[in-house]
Each structure stands twice: as structure tokens, then as C-alpha cells.
């Protein structure tokens, strides 16, 4: 053969294994016999073995795996990967559905409703057709590449067919059906190794094995839902699903059109009693507005977008023996009962604790040592005490009484009026409280400091090296170096972490002090409104109560912060030590007060992206609301704005301006 024509049979021949690979797991309908599969890729292996200058990345051969990768790649999402909010009646729908409506401002709204595949969430980026990498969703900003993985899975194209996009992102859950799963533990059993517990870990964990001929030996499937890119032309998440299926993503057929909550909650009903039949895990279903240029217009809260909502299935019950309460003390010095149980089966996973949540919980359930209690698992990690089946109690049963002393310091718990929980007063002397403040401190959200993690600081603290977490800048190798597990590779890293944390932005600083009720975002807010810590410390509750969304509750307890002692101390450390106590420069230079007082609601397409328009908006003082009312400055209207919008800034007299005409604002 000359070479033309060996790279002819080459190219046919992964064309030809790429269909029957995309009749086989996608379609669920093979037209070939494994046999004859099987020779069609020995034939391609062989080629591609003798002609090294026709490798392809994407070829049908190097599905089987065979790359190490030792150490994942961080990227960060060119788009956020959010969570959904969460629903449990057709009530909780209605509301959403009031609420979609008033922001849209239109009374007929479609929805596309999907199954929520329980596994683990990717989001892969293609690029003229071929898929360039893949990615989890880590904490939703950044992720591991998991590209390598990811080429294993038999149902994600590595070559796109029809009429593609030239570049866009596509997310999916990676979910282990039932049935690879139940072999994968048989195999495991008779090679006497400890069977996988469900199969949503075991498809999160498969995406992190080094060794990806692994992966491949696993019956993952990768199940698409929404896609991000610019151009797409798709009007309808409907639409989005269908688009996708003919580029030859495997996207479920389930998905429906729904005219109103009555047909969702047909869908919902229908699969939550069939949800039993299905291949994989479902845990819901998540319904969607149909609309994508409403969906642009519903756009997102700091957590999840507002034009989903997932409705969660009623979690599974068991019932167990509680054997014991125990008490924990948390960083702001909170007291959290658990439940203690005899290890029980639920929902896949060995449930040993449960929480009470507080005393009040502990009192309304009446809940008793020896007793036999309902535990349920709800959206949360630790699962729940809904009940007590009394019938069980044993006569000699005592009456739960609360502890009234801290269980690890000793010190009498306090509780104010309003407030459910009990408190350790004894901040500065309570173990867990100083270990837990430092823990907050070095948090991957807060300063994440590498080569640094709980247990460590734990250590530290015993051995008298810290009592806070300006102790930790003054930190040396030779101190470290005695410590359990510390060797000096790992004593090095611990200090240089330490040290570079000192570029850490001011917001993040601000998150880490550990100010109660001052969370990531109200962080934010404050450095913003006070740009240093200087400003900040001498703000008055009747100021700080000015800045956007900074409540009483959040300004008293942020002047009870700045008025303490060792606060003060502890701040003045650190600024010796050289972090972060402003904003920085580049931050500064764009922020004005140009449109301080003023409400913006933005509606329809711009010229700039959407959340740039918002950030200006924000970045100069302004607030951006998300419907239209009599406090809205300025409805800043695009193109393709719905009419009812303009009727109803009209009826309102609000000003409706175009995007050159905000511009001119700032310039
Ligand atoms: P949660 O993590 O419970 O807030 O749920 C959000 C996750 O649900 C997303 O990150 C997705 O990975 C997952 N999910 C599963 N199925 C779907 C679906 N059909 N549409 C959107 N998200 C889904
Ligand atoms: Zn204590």
C-alpha cells in the first residue's frame, strides 16, 4: 500500500469503529458482534502500530486507557458550575414558578424537566469537533483535568458528527449503572476485596485513578444536559438537548416539554415511582425553564441559577438503635449533639452518626439512649433522627438531659433568648474553638495555605507551637520538624505555604479572621464598601448597616470583633507580617461611586456580556436588582427585551436607557 492509501484505510477505519462505538453506548443499539468489532480494531491497532505518523489522540484505539497521570491539572471554568436549589412540593414549585414569572415578567413559561443523574459532575470542552478536555467540577471555579480519564468512557464522542459548534463547553454527571456496578462488586468479592459502597463514589472516585486502563475497565457512562459557548444558536433547552443528541452525545431521552406545574409534577410522579426501573441512580428530577433567553434573563444567585430547580425524591428510611449521645464544639464555640447509632444500611452508605442539631431537636423527639429511632437522609451529608418509634423504648429509659458544661473545657454553656444552639463562652482557652479558628483561617476559601491541613494544625496547637493564627507566620522549620508525620520535605512546604500566603487578597483575609456571620460573600461586600481594614475597624453599626444586604446582626457583631483586644493584637501581627489589609491596586483603579444610590435591573441581549454590564454596575457603586419596581433607577434594555418588561418600567416611570446610553454614565 502507498501511503495515501494507508492513511485512507486508517481514517476509514475509525470512522467505521466510531459509529458502531456510538450504536453500542449510545444509542443502546449495537449492528455489529463483538467479535467482528473486535477485528475491525486489531486491524486499526496494527495499522496505526506500523505508521506512528497517522497517530491521532482521538483515534477508537486509545479508548482502552494505558496513560498515568500522577498529578491532575486545577483549571478554572471559563463558566461557574453551579449548584440547584433544592424542592420538595408541588407548593416549593409554585413559588419558583411566581417567582421565574415576575422576574421574566411573561405568564406563560415552559419547562424543559430532566431526570438529576446522581454522579459526578464534568464539564467537557470541544473544539472543531474533538474533544480537548475534560474537567470535574472540583468547587465549582476550578477543577482537575481529567482529560485522560475521561477518553475511556465509551459514550463520550471523541470525534463530533452534524452540524457542531466550532468551540463550546458541554456538561454531564459521569454515573456507574446498576448493572457494571453489581459485576464490578462481584469481581471484588471473589477476589476477597471489600465491595464499593454505591455507585455514585465509585464513579467520582474513578475519575481520580491514576491509571486510566482502570477507568476504562469501568462501565462509566457520561450523560449530557447544557452546554456553554457563544453562537450556538439554540433557542430552548429542549432544543439544547436535541442538538446535542445529533452531534452524538448520549443524552437521555426522558427529558419532557412541560406547558405547566401540573405536567411537571405528572413527570416528577411518574418517576418517582419508575425511578426503580432505570439503569443508573436518579435522586430527582431538575426542572428547567425552556426559554434560554429567559434563563439569560433569570441568570444566577451567588449559589445556583435561578431558572433550575432540582425536586429531590423522598429520601429512603431505616430504623437503628441509638447507643449514645455525644457533643461537639464547633469554631465559634457552638454546640452540636450527636446521635450515636448502631451502623445500619441507608441509601447505600453505613450510617454510624446522625445529627440532633440542638437541644430544642433533642426535647421535641424526645429522643432516649436505647432508643429505637427513623433516620433519614435528606439533601445533606449527615443524615437525620426524624423520629422515635416509642414502642420499642426500653422501660428503664432515662429522660435525655442536656449537658451543661463544655465537653472539652469544661466552662458552663450559655444560650441567648432567639437563639436554638448552646455555647462555650470560653473562646480563647476551648481547644477545638482556637484550633477551629485557625482551621477557618487556612481553609482553601479563606487563606488556603498548602502543605497545611487540620490534623497539623491540631499538632501544632498541643505542642504549644500556636494559640492563633498569627502564631503561624512566625513558624520555623526546625519547630516543625519534630512532629508526628513531618519530614523535612513536608516541613519545608508547610513553611513556605505559610509564607506565600501573605499575597492572599484582602477580601479573602477579611473571610479568614473569622468574623461571626461575615461569610465569603459578605467579605466581599465590606472590603469593597471600605476598601482597608483601617476604614473598617472604625465603622460605626449604623454605617456598616448602609452597605448592601449588611444587616444589625452582621454589623454588631463585626464592631464586637474590631473592639476586642486580641482581635486588634492578632490584626496588628499580621499586618507586620505583611498581608493583606486593602484592596489591591488594579481592583481600586476601576471602582467609582458614579452610580452610588442607584437600583439597575438590565434586561435582553448587550453588546458586552451580561455579567460585565452587572459588574460595571456594581464596580461603580451601583446595585443591579432583578425585577422591575418602583425602586428601580434604570431598566437598562437590550436587544430582544420582552415586551412586558417595557410595559411595566412604562407604568412605573422608570427611565428605560440602551447600553450606550449606561456608558455615557460612566464615562
Ligand atoms: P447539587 O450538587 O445537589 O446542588 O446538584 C447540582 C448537580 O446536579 C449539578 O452539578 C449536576 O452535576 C447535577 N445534575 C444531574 N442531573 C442534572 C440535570 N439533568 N441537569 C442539571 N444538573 C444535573
Ligand atoms: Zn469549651
Not at 500556636?466 to 520538624?481: F, G, P
Request: a negative charge; charged letters at 25%; aromatic letters at 8%.
Amino acid at each position: 500500500m502507498n501511503r495515501i492509501s494507508v492513511e485512507n484505510k486508517i481514517e476509514a477505519l475509525r470512522k467505521e469503529l466510531r459509529q458502531h462505538n456510538h450504536n453500542y453506548y449510545v444509542l443502546d443499539n449495537p449492528t455489529i458482534s463483538d467479535y467482528d468489532f473486535d477485528v475491525l480494531l486489531k486491524e486499526l491497532q496494527a495499522l496505526e502500530a506500523e505508521y506512528p505518523e497517522f497517530y491521532d489522540a482521538n483515534s477508537p484505539t486509545l479508548r482502552v486507557g494505558g496513560e498515568i497521570t500522577k498529578n491532575f491539572n486545577t483549571v478554572v471554568h471559563k463558566q461557574r458550575m453551579y449548584s440547584l436549589d433544592n424542592s420538595y412540593s408541588k407548593d416549593d414549585l409554585l413559588d419558583w414558578e411566581k417567582r421565574v414569572k415576575k422576574i421574566v415578567g411573561e405568564t406563560n413559561i415552559e419547562f424543559t424537566c430532566e431526570l438529576k443523574y446522581d454522579g459526578a459532575s464534568i464539564s467537557l470542552t470541544y473544539e472543531d469537533g474533538k474533544l480537548v478536555r475534560a474537567v470535574t467540577r472540583g468547587d465549582g471555579f476550578q477543577g482537575d483535568e481529567v482529560t485522560t480519564n475521561i477518553k475511556t468512557i465509551k459514550s463520550v464522542p471523541l470525534q463530533l458528527k452534524g452540524n457542531y459548534p466550532a468551540k463550546f463547553d458541554i456538561r454531564g454527571e459521569i454515573v456507574l449503572p446498576f448493572d457494571g456496578f453489581h459485576k464490578m462488586n462481584e469481581e471484588r468479592i471473589a477476589n476477597g476485596e471489600e465491595p464499593y459502597m454505591n455507585p455514585r463514589n465509585t464513579a467520582s472516585g474513578s475519575l481520580k485513578l491514576q491509571d486510566s486502563a482502570l477507568v476504562a475497565k469501568r462501565p462509566l457512562e457520561c450523560l449530557l444536559y447544557s452546554v456553554v459557548g457563544a453562537n450556538l444558536n439554540i433557542d430552548t433547552q429542549y432544543q439544547l438537548l436535541e442538538k446535542t443528541r445529533s452531534w452524538g452525545f448520549k443524552v437521555p431521552t426522558i427529558a419532557r416539554l412541560c406547558k405547566s406545574m401540573d405536567e411537571v409534577m405528572a413527570f416528577v410522579e411518574h418517576w418517582d415511582v419508575h425511578r426503580h426501573e432505570l439503569p443508573y441512580e436518579t435522586d430527582g428530577v431538575v426542572i428547567k425553564v425552556n426559554t434560554l433567553r429567559y434563563q439569560e434573563e433569570l441568570g444566577y444567585t451567588s449559589k445556583s441559577p435561578r431558572w433550575a430547580m432540582a425536586y429531590k425524591f423522598k429520601a429512603e428510611q431505616v430504623s437503628t438503635i441509638l447507643n449514645e449521645i455525644t457533643y461537639q464544639v464547633g469554631r465559634t464555640g457552638a454546640i452540636t449533639p450527636v446521635a450515636n447509632l448502631e451502623p445500619v444500611l441507608l441509601a447505600g452508605t453505613t450510617v454510624k452518626r446522625a445529627s440532633l442539631h440542638n437541644a430544642d431537636q433533642i426535647e421535641k423527639l424526645d429522643v432516649r439512649v436505647g432508643d429505637t429511632v427513623f433516620v433519614e437522609k435528606g439533601g445533606e451529608i449527615i443524615p437525620k433522627i426524624i423520629a422515635v418509634d416509642t414502642s420499642k423504648r426500653p422501660e428503664d429509659s432515662l429522660i435525655t438531659t442536656y449537658i451543661k458544661n463544655c465537653p472539652e473545657c469544661n466552662t458552663e454553656l450559655y444560650r441567648t433568648e432567639g437563639d436554638a444552639k448552646h455555647y462555650c463562652p470560653n473562646e480563647y482557652g476551648c481547644p477545638p474553638q482556637i484550633t477551629g479558628r485557625v482551621q477557618h483561617f487556612i481553609s482553601r476559601k479563606a487563606m488556603d495555605i498548602d502543605g497545611l491541613g487540620s490534623e497539623t494544625v491540631e499538632l501544632l496547637y498541643k505542642e504549644g507551637l500556636i494559640t492563633n493564627y498569627a502564631d503561624l507566620y512566625t513558624l520555623t522549620i526546625e519547630q516543625v520538624l519534630p512532629l508526628e508525620r513531618m519530614a523535612e520535605k513536608s516541613a519545608e512546604n508547610l513553611v513556605q505555604g505559610i509564607a506565600k500566603s501573605v499575597e492572599v487578597p484582602f477580601e479573602r483575609v477579611l473571610f479568614a479572621l473569622g468574623i461571626r456571620f461575615v461569610g465569603e460573600t459578605v467579605a466581599k461586600k465590606l472590603a469593597r464598601a471600605y476598601k482597608n481594614i483601617d476604614a473598617l475597624m472604625y465603622a460605626s453599626v449604623l454605617e456598616l448597616a448602609t452597605v448592601d444586604e449588611i444587616g444589625d446582626r452582621i454589623a454588631n457583631s463585626v464592631v464586637s470583633f474590631f473592639q476586642n483586644e486580641r482581635n486588634l493584637e492578632n490584626i496588628n501581627r499580621l499586618k507586620n507580617y505583611g498581608l493583606q489589609f486593602e484592596l489591591s491596586a488594579d481592583k481600586l483603579l476601576n471602582q467609582t461611586e458614579k452610580l452610588k444610590g442607584q437600583t439597575y435591573v438590565v434586561s435582553g441581549v448587550f453588546e458586552m456580556s451580561r455579567n460585565d454590564l452587572k459588574k460595571l454596575i456594581e464596580d461603580n457603586g451601583g446595585k443591579v436588582g432583578s425585577s422591575i419596581s418602583s425602586k428601580t433607577t434604570f431598566l437598562v434594555a437590550g436587544d430582544k427585551m420582552g415586551p412586558s418588561k417595557r410595559t411595566k418600567a412604562e407604568s412605573l416611570n422608570v427611565p428605560i436607557i440602551t447600553e450606550q446610553e449606561f456608558l455615557e454614565k460612566l464615562a
